[in-house]
């Protein structure tokens, strides 16, 4: 997913294309080891703009993805939509310190700018960076799903499984009913 620098005319130029997860090293290692299954392709839609010695890409991820819910364990599928702005640059401009009036040296990532070198940047990282952070932590099949009973492992999604509610720790049982009158 190498973009060239040079066909990014003044009026911009429209990215359009779709990968397999495996062109994704990080995506084709989750989906190896069981973590999700993308189910299509990842689709890229957006437009590369040069602005100020700086190329600015606007757009979005589309893919969808196959899930195992963190509550249940049930399969389930869901469509990722993920928009983005990244921002290239060949070289890291140069600000002014204030105080003593020499420059500062700020990093790539303090800036929030991605370096390139050539006459070619890379987006694959990107791509695969926003995929990534657009995933659950914790997937839920449905917001309301009720998970899996702690004593029989039934799905409670499928009915009640008619096991008696955890009874907990009867050590501070006394102390359930203990009152305390606050005096001022």
């Given at each position: 997913?190498?973009?060239?620098?040079?066909?990014?005319?003044?009026?911009?130029?429209?990215?359009?294309?779709?990968?397999?997860?495996q062109?994704?090293?990080?995506?084709?290692?989750?989906?190896?080891?069981?973590?999700?299954?993308?189910?299509?392709?990842?689709?890229?839609?957006?437009?590369?703009?040069?602005a100020?010695?700086?190329?600015?890409?606007?757009?979005?991820?589309r893919?969808s993805?196959?899930?195992?819910?963190?509550?249940?364990?049930?399969?389930?599928?869901?469509?990722?939509?993920?928009?983005?702005?990244?921002a290239?640059?060949?070289?890291?401009?140069?600000?002014?310190?204030?105080?003593?009036?020499?420059?500062?040296?700020?990093?790539?990532?303090?800036?929030?700018?991605?370096?390139?070198?050539?006459?070619?940047?890379?987006?694959?990282?990107?791509?695969?960076?926003?995929?990534?952070?657009?995933?659950?932590?914790?997937?839920?099949?449905?917001?309301d799903?009720?998970?899996?009973?702690?004593?029989?492992?039934?799905?409670?999604?499928?009915?009640d499984?008619?096991?008696?509610?955890?009874?907990?720790?009867?050590?501070?049982?006394?102390?359930?009913?203990?009152?305390?009158?606050?005096?001022?």
């Amino acid at each position: 997913m190498q973009v060239r620098v040079d066909d990014i005319k003044d009026e911009g130029l429209a990215l359009d294309f779709c990968e397999s997860a495996q062109a994704f090293p990080a995506l084709a290692e989750m989906q190896d080891e069981g973590e999700c299954v993308f189910v299509a392709p990842i689709c890229v839609g957006g437009r590369a703009q040069k602005a100020s010695g700086l190329i600015e890409i606007e757009g979005e991820v589309r893919t969808s993805l196959r899930l195992r819910c963190s509550r249940c364990l049930t399969e389930f599928s869901t469509p990722l939509h993920v928009p983005f702005a990244v921002a290239f640059a060949e070289e890291l401009p140069s600000i002014a310190d204030e105080e003593d009036g020499g420059e500062v040296e700020l990093t790539a990532e303090e800036m929030g700018l991605i370096t390139y070198e050539g006459e070619f940047f890379e987006l694959a990282d990107v791509i695969q960076e926003q995929v990534i952070m657009a995933l659950p932590l914790q997937p839920l099949c449905r917001t309301d799903c009720r998970g899996l009973c702690p004593h029989c492992g039934a799905d409670l999604n499928e009915g009640d499984c008619g096991c008696r509610p955890p009874v907990f720790n009867e050590r501070f049982g006394a102390l359930r009913d203990l009152k305390i009158n606050k005096k001022d």
